[in-house]
């Protein structure tokens, strides 16, 4: 019996895959728990369109970030900082103060996406990447002023 795939099972398939399996299987265990549903012409149709849909969606969305990167590069931030005598910072800048820096210069990037070496705990110049999936991935300058 033909089905497609709802949920990811172990060891049969991903999400969306179309596979055969006995009518048995299917009757007791996907079906039931709707891991898959009966693979009719019509359904088959309707999921290779959502597919295709999908695939449109993540295309434009790379294309997005590819030109978001090509903006990011060479971007300098400076971020503004309590310091004691020796250039030693009163705490860290940590990846939430760079997102809300790229929020004011006007860029809109999520906290997560930004990678530290290591946290900046003293003035002066510091390199961040800003990774966006897929081998995307943007260095900057953070500069940390008093």
């Known amino acids: 019996m033909k089905v497609i795939l709802q949920k990811d099972v172990k060891n049969l398939g991903k999400v969306g895959d179309l596979v055969n ?3 048995g299987f299917a009757r007791n265990y996907l079906f039931p728990r709707l891991l898959a549903s009966e693979a009719t012409e019509k359904r088959v149709k ?10 449109v969606k993540k295309k434009k969305a790379v294309a997005e970030r ?3 990167i090509k903006k990011l590069q060479g971007v300098q931030l400076t971020v503004k900082a309590a310091a004691g005598e020796s250039d030693k910072l009163f705490g860290t800048v940590t990846t ?3 997102s809300n820096e790229f929020e004011k210069a006007g860029f809109s990037i ?3 996406d930004i990678v530290l070496a290591e946290p900046i705990k003293m003035l002066g110049q510091h390199k961040a990447i800003v990774k966006l999936g897929e081998g995307l991935e943007a260095e900057v300058t953070v500069s940390v002023e008093r």
């Open 66 to 68: 590819q030109e978001l």
């Open 96 to 98: 939430n103060d760079l």
């Open 110 to 112: 999520d906290r997560r």
């Open 21 to 23: 399996v006995s009518s």
């Open 46 to 55: 309707e999921f290779e369109h959502l597919r295709a849909v999908a695939e």
